[in-house]
């Protein structure tokens, strides 16, 4: 297949021309996530991409010349916008709109992907194990501590004070270390990397419009535009301080990369036991 890199983007798809644009002005490193999903799926005869948004990644695949079966599932309704599109533009790519927390795909898959949809998610674990049950090789791509910018990771406290919001992924409390203790349950072999990018914002309207180009965020109850615009005002005080003593705000994005392939065919369920020693005497 072609190295995507030189491919035109999926133009119908908004999302991805914020993050491609994002990345091409404010990139450190560089990392495309979907790049890096894209090139470790090899030979495979069928991709499920699990929340997969508006199928961008399965679109990329078929242009670049992959042949092979190529299905995206998620529970927004984005997923039929997209199928609209991919219906339009004549590619054989199935779509499905599915709640990827408490539903499974019913048929078996040469590989699963992932991308960024785990540290938004609840039931991460949960996910994992059922959808490793279906894939012979999952590929997951997402964020671990630190990876969160920092409207959402340095100054939560500030803002859920300020504008009576709470940052909900604090509570889902996603853990690069737990989804690889989950994985080991079920592939005989886990490959593991760290891509470490940032974003380089030189002034302070530069990290607002990121911000507003990228929604509001993960907050409980989601902020009306008003008091968002009031939020983005706020962080934009603050970088200008940081912007005025460095001459930059820096983002911190380290992204991760598993593959993990190999099924272990039997596997044995997690059980546990307590051995009572009442009335024992030492």
């Known amino acids: 297949m072609t190295d995507v890199r030189l491919l035109e983007q999926y133009e119908d798809d908004k999302r991805l021309l914020v993050r491609k644009f994002c990345h091409k002005h404010y990139s450190i490193s560089d990392v495309d996530t979907q790049y890096e999903v894209i090139r470790r799926i090899g030979n495979a005869s069928s991709v499920l991409d699990i929340g997969c948004g508006s199928g961008d990644l399965l679109v990329k695949l078929r242009t670049i010349g992959y042949k092979g079966k190529l299905k995206g599932i998620d529970k927004y309704n984005i997923v039929n916008v997209g199928a609209r599109n991919i219906q339009e533009l004549g590619m054989d790519i199935e779509m499905e709109q599915m709640d990827v927390e408490n539903q499974t795909e019913t048929n078996k898959w040469d590989v699963g992907t992932m991308v960024s949809i785990l540290c938004l998610t609840p039931k991460f674990l949960d996910i994992i194990k059922r959808y490793s049950q279906i894939c012979s090789r999952l590929i997951i791509v997402d964020v671990a501590s630190g990876g ?82 009031d939020i983005l005002t706020y962080v934009k005080s603050i970088a200008q301080e940081e912007i005025d003593e460095k001459g930059f705000w820096l983002e911190p994005k380290p992204y991760f990369v598993i593959t993990a392939e190999n099924p272990i065919e039997n596997v044995i369920p997690y059980t546990s036991y307590v051995h009572r020693c009442d009335g024992i005497k030492v």
């Open 148 to 229: 969160f910018p920092r409207l959402n990771r340095l100054i939560p406290d500030k803002i859920e004070q300020k504008f009576k919001t709470k940052m909900t992924t604090r509570e889902i409390g996603f853990n690069m270390q737990d989804t690889l203790t989950e994985m080991t349950k079920y592939y005989e072999t886990i490959h593991f990397q760290r891509l470490d990018d940032a974003f380089k914002f030189k002034t302070a309207d530069e990290l607002v419009q990121y911000f507003e180009t990228n929604d509001k965020g993960g907050w409980h109850p989601e902020p009306s535009q008003d008091i968002w615009n």
